[in-house]
């Protein structure tokens, strides 16, 4: 019992480094066009400067961090944090954290498009319209995929709470 909790308690720390660096990521692509990268990028990008592509670097290296981040982050809740679900949860408990998981697939999903989308900007091909529209949606993709981001965590956080609660009740009960 004393490691789920501790499970949990590691959990709501990730929760709260991983919706920030979002936050900084979002930022990153809509503080009036210029991408700050996450926390060390400090290069601008705007459509149109000359200097975009650095910008774009700095935010895909910034990006596959968080990404890397958030698979193992998702991979914890999948494994460890399932099976001690499974174990001192009941099944309402278990069937609502496997509905949540449900929701990594689409974030999942929603990254390698970003992914994608910041290497298509990268690349070079497309025209300077093309180029622009495209960053102006992906910048919108970002903060769009940091909300779903941000209302899925803090559904995992009222559901881990709930766990948490119960095994303190249990332990005080003893």
Do not use: C
């Not at 935010?59 to 460890?80: G, Y």
């Amino acid at each position: 019992m004393v490691e789920t909790l501790a499970l949990i308690d590691q959990i709501f720390e990730e929760h709260k480094l991983i919706i920030k660096r979002v936050q900084n990521l979002e930022q990153a692509a809509n503080d009036a066009g210029v991408l700050l990268g996450l926390e060390r990028a400090k290069e601008q990008f705007m459509p149109g400067r000359f200097d975009q592509r650095q910008g774009l670097q700095n935010l895909q290296e910034s990006f596959a961090t968080i990404d890397k981040e958030l698979q193992a982050h998702f991979n914890r809740e999948e494994t460890a944090l399932l099976t001690a679900f499974e174990k001192h949860g009941d099944k309402e408990l278990a069937s609502a954290l496997y509905s949540l998981f449900l929701e990594h697939e689409d974030l999942r999903n929603r990254f390698a498009h970003s992914r994608e989308h910041i290497a298509e900007l990268i690349g070079g091909g497309l025209s300077r319209q093309l180029w622009e529209a495209s960053a102006h949606d992906m910048r919108a993709y970002i903060s769009h995929t940091r909300k779903l981001l941000g209302a899925h965590a803090e559904n995992e956080q009222k559901l881990l709470q709930t766990l948490r609660s119960e095994l303190v009740r249990r332990e005080t009960k003893k």
